[in-house]
């Protein structure tokens, strides 16, 4: 149960990075960020965007209960898949990524520890790298669809002069070092991140 006052409406989309390639496989493909929205149903409405950051193994829609209840108050709410370290993701073609086995282990092996803490340290870094890089190409994609007016619709709800991150575990490290890096982020919800 919510407890705003706004419609719900959701919107998935797939984002494709050209920047980058995916380093999960060798096909040369470019890097797929599958990304879900929750947001208050009305015609003219601007409202504060919050990005969200799942932790290992997590989901976009592991929090859909907060979720929904920020878009029930006024607030967009676009939560990102990271493909290979999410339990599993589909993209709009309905193609199916399951976490990486090797992420898996690493994660697996840090938390029984396996490693020393400079090991520890350094996969920390090796993971968050892709998930600040995909928070940053997230949130600039949904930046620059909110300033074009050719944009779906659902674009014009997000008011980008007020932006918030946050994210669980692995996600709420990323997304407070993408908040370090940016001066554009009003605030950081870190949940359980010891990072």
Not at 37 to 58: N, Q, R, T
Not at 98 to 112: H, T
Request: hydrophobic share 35%; aromatic share 10%.
């Amino acid at each position: 149960r919510v407890t705003g006052t706004h419609e719900i409406a959701t919107v998935t989309n797939t984002y494709t990075d050209p920047s980058r390639t995916e380093t999960f496989t060798n096909t040369g493909a470019k890097r797929e960020v599958n990304v879900e929205c929750w947001y208050p149903l009305d015609e003219e409405g601007k409202y504060p965007l919050i990005v969200f950051s799942h932790g290992a193994f997590g989901i976009k829609a592991s929090n859909t209960s907060t979720f929904t209840d920020l878009a029930s108050n006024g607030y967009v709410v676009c939560s990102i898949d990271h493909p290979y370290h999410a339990l599993y993701t589909m993209d709009s073609e309905r193609h199916l990524v399951r976490s990486d086995r090797s992420f898996m282990q690493e994660v697996i092996d840090a938390n029984n520890g396996k490693y020393d803490e400079a090991t520890i340290f350094a996969l920390q870094q090796k993971w968050m790298q892709l998930r600040v890089a995909d928070i940053e190409f997230v949130l600039d994609t949904l930046l620059a669809q909110a300033q074009d007016p050719a944009a779906d619709a659902f674009y014009r709800h997000i008011d980008p002069e007020k932006i918030g991150l946050m994210g669980h575990s692995l996600g709420g490290a990323s997304s407070a070092l993408v908040a370090r890096e940016r001066n554009d982020i009003g605030a950081v919800v870190n949940l359980d991140a010891d990072l």
